[in-house]
């Protein structure tokens, strides 16, 4: 009995995309529900934008909203009282790498990582040089990246002794727990000490304080593109970078295989690499899932009491999520979907 005319066309049509190795896609995900960024995005890939063009302007929207006070300006003041950012974009057809970190008066930081990506050699521009960088090509600024919220914020940390903090090993000069410090020279780092930092490391970051917005994308000719945007940990001692601009750690994307995004505990995140190990995994052919949840894995053995989050993405447009310390949530456009779908991670039950 012969099959369906319709039958035909969907076997057929599969078995085209199949050999293009792009089924599910064009597609878009991020970190948290940050829906008008995913939005944003997916509408350039409907328009033909690259994949690139798509990351950049999804995480440009998600600073321009501030989302969750931890993207873009006004957000996450450090112990000055002062909001950085951190960003970057990888192109995963060349793996070429454009990032800014701890970039001031710049609010646009993913257009800033893109015009290094564009017209330089390097990967990584910081500080107060990225700035005059992104300006000398046009990028709009200086601006001002204190609000009255970030601001209040501060100094409501100041008024709680500038607790908590990152520091450690240190003496306060004043009758406060706020510096200036000096070091303990007599310190002695011992092994209940390790354990002690270890089981600490994350609680100063959770919700509220730092959910880096990370962004991966395969537009209608099946290319990949990875990306970060971030005001980093609040109350951060200036001049820190996390894991968001760091290539491997905050995001990742491999033509051949797929791409990543990370979030949550930068400082102990980024020691791992976690998405560039997520990319290897799947190269080995493990699901996104299964890639996730055993980069978070490593991390947790290490450092049991850490934060953190991992969204993975295949060049099939398959997609998963792991986490650790929290629940965690990340948002999915592809077709066949009307609007942004968000799937909900759970951590795993330690054994």
């Known amino acids: 009995m012969p099959l369906p005319w319709r039958l035909i066309r969907c076997m057929l049509l599969l078995f085209i995309l199949s050999l293009q190795g792009c089924i599910g896609v064009p597609i878009v995900v991020c970190t948290w529900p940050f829906k008008d960024a995913i939005r944003t995005a997916w509408n350039a890939l409907q328009l033909g934008f690259s994949a690139v063009d798509a990351v950049v302007e999804g995480c440009s929207a998600c600073e321009a909203l501030q989302c969750d006070g931890s993207v ?86 100041k008024e709680s002794d500038c607790q908590p903090n990152f520091w450690r090993n240190v003496m306060p000069s004043s009758n406060t727990s706020c510096g200036p410090y000096s070091s303990i020279e007599s310190f002695s780092a011992s092994n209940d000490d390790f354990d002690r930092r270890k089981d600490l490391c994350s609680k100063r970051v959770g919700f509220g304080n730092h959910d880096t917005i990370s962004m991966a994308a395969i537009d209608k000719e099946g290319r990949i593109a990875a990306g970060t945007s971030t005001n980093g940990a609040s109350y951060k001692i200036p001049g820190r970078v996390g894991d968001g601009p760091i290539v491997g750690a905050g995001a990742y994307a491999d033509q051949e295989v797929g791409a990543c995004g990370a979030t949550g505990d930068g400082d102990v995140m980024m020691r791992f690499l976690p998405c560039y190990q997520v990319v290897e995994n799947m190269r080995l052919g493990m699901s996104p899932v299964e890639a996730a949840e055993n980069a978070i894995s490593r991390i947790k053995r290490k450092y049991p009491a850490f934060i953190g989050a991992i969204v993975a993405l295949n060049m099939k447009g398959e997609h998963g999520g792991a986490c650790h310390g929290w629940t965690f949530q990340y948002s999915v456009q592809t077709t066949g979907m009307e609007d942004v779908n968000i799937f909900t991670v759970y951590p795993a039950i330690s054994s």
Request: aromatic share 6%; no cysteine.
């Open 72 to 157: 873009g300006y006004g957000g996450s003041p450090d112990e000055d009282g002062e909001t950085t950012l951190d960003a970057m974009i990888m192109d995963g057809t060349t793996m070429d790498v454009g990032a800014v970190g701890a970039i001031r008066n710049v609010k646009d930081a993913i257009r800033a990582a893109r015009l290094v990506l564009q017209y330089t050699d390097h990967t990584l521009l910081v500080g107060d040089q990225a700035t005059v960088f992104a300006l000398s090509l046009g990028l709009g600024g200086p601006s001002n990246l204190t609000t009255d919220q970030s601001l209040a914020k501060w100094l409501k940390w």
